[in-house]
């Protein structure tokens, strides 16, 4: 799957503990993306990568932070999980031509939040 | 607020036969555009795409249209098999940004 991993791929977790989910690519791509997927919702931006150190929020950035210290780890942080967070994550890369470029999604982590 | 939507949320079809997949996109200035296939466990993996400056585009059994005066995208596969079972989604690319908008998806059944 274009050298994306996740990782974990299932996580079970209280309420209000941090939790930090981690894709690293073998692409050397420069985006990398955060989604989830919900019923109803479909794939939703969290938060992009455009670079090592350069972030910046999706359309449901709230709750969620992230790093980028190297170009082939984006890490995605729940500072502390709601059961609203309860969901599947996706991440995902995209080649230097970003707007005229698919996305290449990882096999996902299921959070579940108790 | 922008949204990529599905005309069937689920589509059946007979081993073999033809199927087509729907989709109406909302932003006019969007100028690229995407198929996705998701099966059960695994992410969405890239199927076609297609730039607005063309209307067809063919790959190996499957066939995107793009109608830009009805703003609408299909998907076509050819000698539907078994294994083309799961969950499609379109996406499209308004310029500029990173707002890749998806629809809520289609899940298509191959009945043997």
């Known amino acids: 799957d274009a050298g994306i991993t996740q990782s974990p791929r299932h996580k079970v977790t209280e309420t209000g503990t941090p939790v930090t989910l981690r894709c690293h690519q073998t692409e050397n791509h420069r985006y990398m993306y955060w989604y989830r997927q919900d019923p109803g919702h479909g794939l939703r931006l969290i938060h992009y990568?455009?670079?090592?150190?350069?972030?910046d929020k999706g359309e449901v950035s709230d709750g969620y932070s992230v790093s980028r210290s190297k170009t082939e780890d984006f890490l995605l942080t729940l500072e502390s999980a709601t059961s609203s967070q309860t969901s599947v994550y996706f991440c995902?890369?995209?080649?230097?031509?970003?707007?005229?470029?698919?996305?290449?999604f990882g096999n996902g982590t299921r959070l579940t939040v108790t | 607020g922008e949204s990529v939507g599905l005309h069937l949320p689920t589509l059946s079809v007979q081993e073999g036969d033809n199927s087509i997949i729907n989709c109406a996109y909302s932003?006019?200035?969007?100028?690229?555009f995407i198929w996705y296939k998701q099966e059960s466990g695994k992410g969405p993996q890239f199927i076609i795409d297609i730039r607005s400056n063309m209307d067809k585009r063919q790959g190996q059994r499957v066939t995107v249209l793009l109608n830009k005066t009805v703003k609408h995208l299909s998907l076509q596969i050819a000698a539907t098999q078994p294994g083309d079972s799961a969950v499609y989604f379109c996406a499209e690319n308004p310029p500029g940004g990173f707002k890749t908008i998806f629809g809520a998806g289609t899940r298509l059944f191959v009945k043997a």
């Open positions: 995902a890369i995209s080649a230097p031509d970003r707007d005229n470029s698919p996305l290449h």
């Open positions: 932003n006019s200035a969007s100028d690229y």
């Open positions: 990568s455009y670079g090592v150190k350069d972030t």
